[in-house]
């Protein structure tokens, strides 16, 4: 089992905002960072640290954590939106790191 | 730009072992850690372990204790990984990812494009 927990599915409307979260202990000493991928792709990075989107990613993607949990925000979902979405981050140990499950989120 | 390149895709018996390489271009090779992460057919992303930049460390998730071996040669700028004894169950896609981390977080940018390893007899 993973140490991140993330819901399976959300969905969203077109348009509309969507939380996607992550829980963890290891969240109350460390920051997420969050991957999208698509079908046959690999992943890719949407939102890491504190407040960081690497260039090249839209500003509807947002991140924030609060005690043990992590959320990635898509403010305006778009259809391209339409991905898993995985967080990341060192674990309790420190020793190692760990992904969440995913969460499929699907843009109606 | 930034480019991590896999090797191509594997197949191989259960007991074999297979060898994956990721070469790096567009950055400093030797100042940056590489992370391999694999992901099985309809499952999520497996951390399996890194290595660091001099090639001299490797930390390897408990999984894949005494089955994976994470090698560098920097006069290349390309990282290996090897796992052994493989099974069915290790049928996946293997990635490599960079790492960068700051301010208590660390992420993986860029990935490498993946190889697929199929294990069958």
């Known amino acids: 089992s993973s140490e991140l927990t993330q819901d399976p599915a959300v969905s969203v409307a077109l348009g509309q905002t969507v939380r996607i979260t992550c829980q963890g202990d290891c969240l109350r000493t460390y920051y997420a960072s969050w991957y999208q991928q698509k079908p046959g792709q690999a992943p890719v990075l949407v939102f890491y640290g504190k407040n960081n989107r690497p260039s090249g990613i839209p500003d509807r993607f947002s991140g924030s954590s609060s005690g043990n949990t992590a959320s990635l925000t898509i403010t305006g979902a778009q259809a391209e939106d339409e991905a898993d979405y995985y967080c990341?981050?060192?674990?309790?140990?420190?020793?190692?790191?760990?992904f969440g499950g995913g969460t499929k989120l699907t843009v109606l | 730009q930034v480019q991590l390149v896999q090797s191509g895709a594997e197949v191989k018996k259960p007991g074999a072992s297979v060898k994956v390489s990721c070469k790096a271009s567009?950055?400093?090779?030797?100042?940056?850690?590489m992370h391999w992460v694999r992901q099985a057919p309809g499952q999520g992303l497996e951390w399996m372990g890194l290595?660091?930049?001099?090639?001299?460390?490797?930390t390897y998730a408990q999984n894949f204790q005494g089955r994976v071996t994470m090698t560098r040669d920097t006069s290349t700028s390309t990282d290996y990984m090897e796992l052994s004894s493989l099974r069915s169950e290790d049928t996946a896609v293997y990635y490599c990812a960079r790492d960068s981390s700051g301010g208590n977080s660390w992420w993986l940018d860029p990935w490498g494009q993946g190889t697929l390893v199929s294990v069958s007899s």
């Open positions: 290595i660091n930049p001099s090639g001299s460390s490797t």
């Open positions: 567009g950055y400093t090779f030797t100042s940056y850690w």
């Open positions: 990341y981050s060192r674990d309790s140990s420190g020793k190692h790191w760990v």
